[in-house]
Structure formats: structure tokens, C-alpha cells
């Protein structure tokens, strides 16, 4: 026998107060380095780093490569995304995550107090 | 005739961007206009309610690339090819294929999983941006009328009659014509460096050899017998006479020092110093003889048409995006060879130890380098009048207008007036035989700072082109106080090592591994090839010193 699945079905969630209660510690603090306009400068920085110490050339050469081996026409987006995000994050060099860290622990300190 | 940058040219849309421009035209692009939120630096993104951060409507993750969906407004995120929801929402929405990568305002295919391009997108973000940015257009002039300020170069060959002057090539010789030592008359060797590459500058030669500058009229009307041109005239007529004995050019160093008697000695002296000193005489002397109209403000004599550019610089406000920007003329451009040995900068690729004392760079790596947005330092802090007070600021450089022949002069020698030391930089750096200086224009520049955009800047379609042809070397060797200059000249498709009276021949490679100090581009237009043939001179009685040289037959 076939039983309406609509009976035994829990009542529907009240969505918002599942979001807040599942909200990590790292979202929250995700959102206030948002809402403050901390992370607008912090990427800012990143990038400014990242093209002084030759990071970006270096990245750009890695998907000009591989654009190459593949064909120009066979490589999407999310291809090259795939590819060159393992090895961008590998050689970010140390001392730009150094001073990034520390720029986000200050901007912690700031927010707690 | 000259190259257009194949980027400006429409890439093809996919079948659904196609499909999406058919049944919705612009009514997507201009209502999600408002939201588009531009950065001080010119990057635009979509922000829409500050207050709330955006989530995916399927896992409520607000991580990865977001993407806004440009016919139901919901987002999707796309984190790796197992967790791609843009892509199972074109699936579950039918039609829903075209939306907009939040972070970076482009358009993207959810089907084709690609970035797809659309004049009518970036237009609409270009106003938005245009419209938003403080007063001044960020540095952008967008869609202006042709400037005519356009310098006429190449003269109506219809109109004028052209003498054909068939110049004998004299005793046998096995070095082509146009090619002789200089003596070295005491530590000349920086002025004889620089005179063979401006020898062998066609413009300048074509100019001189063809009288423009006429000596005995000089002789005549110039109270003061000096005429630094007169002397240079006439070394031309000696050096393209036939005769291959090394040239004495006495004359010439005599009136140099009349001239800058600060330099009249018999030290050493460095070339680039000599080579500007050379192109400022050679003005003052034509603007005595012939006042210039100034009205479309360019300098007609003949060191200016040859070898003056223009230069801009855009000095951005980090906090509100306002830009200032000035454009002055330049006879070459002097290149920083790249990060000093006592930086901290990490080289990207850890397995590469960072060199210091045998570093190689390259003359690109120089240029790119010239054109980086430098942050000026706390301490530079500009008045910027839309904040109304000192701010930090960014500073780019690029090329307004390319000269004719280009100098590129390498800053090899450091003075430090702190440490009242001064020290030679005696890298390699490579450089090329061709270069293309197209990404370092105005126009590359600026449309480079918003990011992929299809879309009309001044300056594009110029048609100037932007290839240009190395044709002479200085170089320079030793230390900072003793050292001796060499210069690498290409004569039809040979290269010729010029070191003071002698002349050899030298393979590529040779001038590839010389320590390049100047560099002298010629654009590579139609009529001017470094190796092009010598027999026929054309003198035209109108006086335009840029005609047509007639190719070797």
C-alpha cells in the first residue's frame, strides 16, 4: 500500500532560526570582516603583494601554458580554475601570509573589544 | 596597414548568450546597473545589499565564485566541478543559462561553464562606471573625437617631385656603405657611441644627408659661428662619403664643449648624459633659425619629430578613486632594471633561489616595471580635491604618444646621495630584437585597470603602429669610473660591432649577450627597414625629411 508521503512528513522548518543556530564561528567572523569593509582592503592588499612578488605573472604564465597544451578552444573557465587554484595556493610565498594573518588577528582584536 | 590589437575585436557569443540577447535584450544588463559597485581602483563588482551577504540559494554557502542569475536574481556558487550549483541551476531552470560572476561584474555561461563576452554588458558596466567615478572620469576619456594633433610624418608623394640623387659606392668595400670607425680622441668613446647609433637613425640620417639643415645658409645667417647641427651635418657627409678610414669628429667635440663647457674635459662621461645634450643643441639651434607655430603644441624641429613622445601619468586617490592626470613630453624613457639587491622580494617559485649579484632581467620585465601602479609612500601623501585632503596615492605611468624612434636608456648607475656612493648595476638584461609596445599605451594601460572589457577607448584604432625594430646598441663595460663604450649597430640584416675605429662583423648572439646600456627602436613602418638598401637617396625640393626610400631593386 502506497501512503501519501505528505502525512508522516515533519512539520517545515522555520528556515532563518536554523541558519543563525548552524552560523560557525568562522562565518560570523567572515560576515563582520565583510559588513566592516575589512575585507575589501585586506583583498586590496593581497593583490597588491601578490603582483609586487610576482605571484600573478607566474599564474598567468601557468594558465597561458596550459591554454596552450590543451587548445585554446578546449578550456573553460572552471577548467583553468581547477587547475591553477592547487598551484596558486601552494606558492603564495610565506611572508604575504605572515602579514596577512597578522592584519586579520589585529582586525579580530579590534572587533571582540 | 598597421596592426590592430586583436583583443578589441568581439569574440563570438555562445548559443545561449546568443539565445539570452535574443529574448531578454538589454533589460537584464541595465536593471542589475545599480547594483554594480566600483572600487577606488576601478574594478567593479556587484554588491547590491551591503547588509546581508550574498548566499547560494542551494547550500547557503557564500564561498567560491559567486554567480547572480540575470533572469531570476538568485545566486549560485560554483566551488569545484563536484559542488557546481550554477550549473545544476541552468539545469533545473530551463532557459536559465547567462549570469553575472559577482566579485568581478563579467558574464558567464552556467552551460558552457565559460566567461563569455558582451559589448552591450560592458558598456552598460562602463557607465555605470563612468557615471559614478569623481568628476575627472577617473583618467578615462572615453569615445573622444580624433585629437588633431596627429604630426603629418610621411609627406604627399604626389604632390612633391622627387629627385632620384644615385650616390656611387666609390672603392670596393666589404662593409656597406655608411658604416665607418670613429677615433677615440681621449675618452671619447661615450660620444662615439651615441653618434653611430644616430648616424644609423634613418630619419635623422634622411634629414641631414639630404641638406634639411643647409650649412652654407647657417654659415650666412648665424651671428655665432658654433652650430652644433652644422657639425653633426657634417659628419654625415663623412660618414656616408665612401671612404672607410676611421673619422676624426673633432669638430663636433670641440663644439660640444663650447656648449657644456661643465663637461669640457677629458674625463670620462656617460653617453645618455651626451645623447640629451646633443638633442637640446640640436633644438635650440632649430628654434633660433625657425620659431615654431606652438599652436597644436608639438615641437617641429627635427631631434623632437624623431624622438619625442609623450607621457602620461595618472596619480589615483586610493580612498575615493579620483584621478589626476598629466601628459609631458619625453626624448627616451630611463628604466629602473628592477628590484636592488636589498628587497624582500620573494621570487613566487620557491625552488628558484632568488639571485642577487648575477640577476637577470629583461628589457620587457623593465617596461612592465615602468608602467606598475606604484603605491607612494605615507610620506608622498598627494592633496586629493574631491576628499579635500592629503591621501594616499597611487601612481601609474604610460605612453600617451610613441616617438618615431624609440631610446629605451637602462638606469645601470646608481647614486646614492645618502650614502655618497655610486655604483654600476652589471646585470645581463635581455632584450629584444622586436618589440611590440602596444600593452604599455595609454590605451592598454587604462582599459587594463577595469578589467576584461569590450569597449571603446580613446587612443584605440590608432593608427600608429606599435611594432618596433631594434636597429643600435650602446653598450657598456667595466666599472663606474673606467669603463669603455661599444656600440652594436644592425645594417641590412647584419649586426656591425662599432668600437671606436674598428668595425667587425658580430653574430646575433654577441649582441645578445652585451650588456645593453641604450637601446634604440625604430618603428617599423612600411618605408623605414634597418635593412633596407642605400642607393638611392631622394632629395625633395619641399624639405619634408621623411620620404619614401626607394626598396633596392
Redesign the interface.
Known amino acids: 500500500m502506497r501512503r501519501a508521503s505528505s502525512i508522516n512528513r515533519p512539520p517545515t522548518p522555520d528556515a532563518e532560526v536554523d541558519q543563525e543556530q548552524e552560523l560557525s564561528l568562522q562565518e560570523i567572523i567572515n560576515i563582520k570582516l565583510i559588513e566592516s569593509g575589512e575585507k575589501e582592503r585586506l583583498k586590496e592588499l593581497l593583490r597588491e603583494r601578490l603582483i609586487e612578488c610576482g605571484w600573478r605573472d607566474e599564474m598567468k604564465a601557468q594558465c597561458r601554458a596550459f591554454t596552450r597544451k590543451r587548445g585554446r578552444n578546449n578550456v573553460t573557465v572552471d577548467d583553468l580554475v581547477d587547475v591553477i587554484t592547487p598551484k596558486g595556493r601552494a606558492s603564495v610565498p610565506d611572508s604575504v601570509k605572515a602579514e596577512l594573518l597578522q592584519r586579520i588577528r589585529s582586525f579580530l582584536v579590534s572587533a571582540a573589544l | 596597414m598597421f596592426g590592430r590589437n586583436p583583443t578589441y575585436t568581439n569574440p563570438k557569443p555562445c548559443k545561449h548568450l546568443a539565445n539570452y540577447k535574443l529574448n531578454h535584450g538589454l533589460n537584464g544588463y541595465n536593471s542589475i546597473q545599480k547594483s554594480f559597485k566600483i572600487?577606488p581602483?576601478g574594478r567593479t563588482a556587484m554588491n547590491g545589499d551591503?547588509?546581508k551577504?550574498p548566499r547560494c540559494n542551494f547550500c547557503?554557502g557564500?564561498q567560491g565564485?559567486l554567480y547572480f542569475c540575470l533572469i531570476c536574481s538568485s545566486v549560485s556558487c560554483?566551488c569545484?566541478?563536484d559542488s557546481?550549483h550554477a550549473l545544476l541551476h541552468s539545469q533545473t531552470e530551463n532557459g536559465h543559462e547567462i549570469a553575472v560572476d559577482m566579485e568581478r561584474a563579467e558574464l558567464?555561461c552556467c552551460v558552457?561553464?565559460?566567461?563569455v563576452y558582451d559589448p552591450d554588458f560592458d558598456e552598460a558596466v562602463m557607465s555605470k562606471q563612468i557615471m559614478e567615478m569623481p568628476r575627472n572620469n577617473n583618467g578615462v576619456d572615453v569615445r573622444k573625437e580624433k585629437s588633431n594633433k596627429r604630426r603629418k610624418l610621411i609627406s604627399d608623394s604626389n604632390n612633391s617631385k622627387e629627385l632620384f640623387l644615385r650616390m656611387g659606392r666609390g672603392s670596393k668595400s666589404c662593409f656597406p656603405w655608411g658604416l665607418r670607425g670613429l677615433n677615440n680622441l681621449g675618452n671619447t668613446c661615450f660620444m662615439n657611441s651615441v653618434l653611430q647609433a644616430l648616424l644609423h637613425a634613418p630619419p635623422l640620417r634622411n634629414y641631414f644627408l639630404s641638406n634639411q639643415h643647409n650649412r652654407e645658409i647657417c654659415r650666412k645667417i648665424s651671428s655665432d659661428r658654433l652650430c652644433l647641427p652644422c657639425d653633426f651635418g657634417a659628419i654625415f657627409s663623412a660618414i656616408f662619403s665612401g671612404n672607410q678610414t676611421p673619422y676624426s669628429p673633432a669638430r663636433l667635440l670641440y663644439s660640444w664643449w663650447q656648449h657644456s663647457a661643465n663637461l669640457a674635459s677629458y674625463e670620462q662621461q656617460d653617453a645618455h648624459e651626451f645623447f640629451i645634450s646633443m638633442l637640446d643643441r640640436i633644438h635650440e639651434k632649430e628654434e633660433q633659425a625657425r620659431p615654431s607655430n606652438k599652436d597644436d603644441g608639438d615641437c617641429h624641429c627635427i631631434a623632437h619629430k624623431v624622438f619625442s613622445g609623450l607621457l602620461r601619468s595618472d596619480v589615483t586617490c586610493i580612498t575615493c578613486g579620483f584621478t589626476s592626470t598629466t601628459c609631458d613630453p619625453c626624448v627616451d624613457l630611463s628604466l629602473d632594471l628592477g628590484p636592488s639587491n636589498g628587497s624582500?622580494?620573494?621570487?613566487?617559485?620557491?625552488s628558484r633561489k632568488p639571485s642577487k649579484n648575477t640577476g637577470v632581467s629583461t628589457l620587457v620585465g623593465c617596461l612592465d616595471l615602468f608602467t606598475?601602479p606604484e603605491?607612494l609612500g605615507s610620506d608622498q601623501k598627494l592633496y586629493c580635491p574631491h576628499c579635500r585632503e592629503r591621501r594616499d596615492s597611487l601612481k601609474q605611468m604610460s605612453i600617451r604618444r610613441l616617438p618615431l624612434v624609440l631610446c629605451l636608456h637602462i638606469k645601470r648607475f646608481e647614486h646614492s646621495p645618502i650614502r655618497k656612493m655610486s655604483r654600476k648595476i652589471d646585470w645581463h638584461l635581455q632584450f629584444p630584437f622586436s618589440l611590440d609596445m602596444a600593452p604599455y599605451l595609454s590605451s592598454s594601460i587604462v582599459r587594463n585597470r577595469f578589467g576584461n572589457r569590450i569597449f571603446a577607448f580613446e587612443g584605440d584604432g590608432s593608427d600608429m603602429s606599435t611594432e618596433f625594430e631594434l636597429f643600435a646598441v650602446v653598450t657598456h663595460s667595466g666599472k663606474l669610473e673606467s669603463g669603455h663604450y661599444v656600440t652594436y649597430l644592425r645594417l641590412r640584416n647584419q649586426w656591425y660591432k662599432c668600437d671606436d675605429a674598428w668595425i667587425t662583423e658580430v653574430s646575433e648572439q654577441t649582441v645578445r649577450a652585451s650588456q645593453g646600456y641604450m637601446m634604440y627602436y625604430i618603428q617599423k613602418m612600411p618605408f623605414y627597414k634597418a635593412s633596407e638598401e642605400l642607393n638611392h637617396l631622394p632629395i625633395s625640393p619641399r624639405g619634408d625629411p621623411f620620404l619614401s626610400t626607394a626598396e633596392c631593386c
Open positions: 572600487t581602483h551591503q547588509s551577504i547557503s557564500y565564485r560554483c569545484s566541478p557546481n558567464f558552457c561553464c565559460d566567461q624582500s622580494t620573494v621570487v613566487a617559485d620557491k606598475r603605491r
